[in-house]
């Protein structure tokens, strides 16, 4: 089935570590995204990518960064310059197009210890 | 730039009533393109529906649909014979015509009581 996959389900962060979320697509989407979700709140952008080796920052790209050297793929990394990364991270895809919807991953709680 | 208002942080309904669920937004463009997404508490995002605003008839998907209003920058979502599965988050997006970026109100939360 074709699909989003985000690794890991949950991931802990110590002070001072980069981190990497894993987003793969199966869809043959062009266009990739990455959001931030906090309790309560709604979607944030943080970085997304219409084409391979491309990307553009969001509303609150500070402290990540990202990488598209292959379709499939887009990694989010949580720098430490990140001082608040607690939060949920949804990665989603889509076909190039306004009419067409983003497809979504089922998400990456990352927390600090 | 774009904003997207979700005025309701809570709504709950009955089972098998209608609620409606309310959405704002600002743009100078003339085209663009609204979404309502679900979220359980699962947390994946689930599209519910779409519309397009050059079209002037009302977007539906099954018990789903919405009342476009463009000169008010309304779009609201009604959801009618609610279910206890209805029960999530509701956000409503925008997006302009290039169609790169969604921009996504706050979110309200739907309880549907039994």
């Known amino acids: 089935d074709g699909g989003i996959t985000q690794s890991p389900k949950y991931l802990f962060r110590k002070e001072g570590q980069n981190v990497t979320l894993s987003c793969e697509q199966n869809l043959n989407h062009d266009a990739m995204y990455w959001y931030r979700q906090d309790p309560g709140q709604g979607l944030r952008l943080i970085y997304y990518s219409q084409i391979v080796n491309d990307f553009q920052k969001g509303d609150i790209a500070e402290g990540y960064s990202v990488s598209r050297e292959k379709k499939e793929s887009f990694p989010l990394t949580v720098t430490s310059a990140q001082k608040n990364p607690t939060a949920f991270y949804l990665c989603?895809?889509?076909?190039?197009?306004?009419?067409?919807?983003?497809?979504f991953g089922d998400g990456t709680r990352l927390s600090i210890l | 730039a774009q904003t997207v208002t979700q005025s309701q942080p809570e709504m709950s309904v009955q089972e098998a009533e209608t609620v409606t669920l309310s959405c704002t937004y600002d743009?100078?463009?003339?085209?663009?393109?609204l979404f309502w997404y679900k979220q359980p508490p699962s947390r994946q995002m689930i599209l519910v529906i779409r519309q397009e605003a050059y079209k002037q008839q009302n977007a539906t998907e099954n018990r789903f649909s919405v009342n476009f209003q463009k000169a008010a920058k309304s779009f609201s979502l009604k959801i009618s014979d609610s279910q206890l599965g209805d029960a999530a988050m509701y956000f409503c997006a925008y997006t302009g015509n290039a169609g790169n970026m969604l921009t996504f109100g706050g979110g309200t939360r739907l309880m549907v009581k039994p």
């Open positions: 989603a895809s889509k076909v190039i197009g306004p009419r067409q919807p983003q497809h």
């Open positions: 743009t100078s463009e003339s085209d663009y393109y």
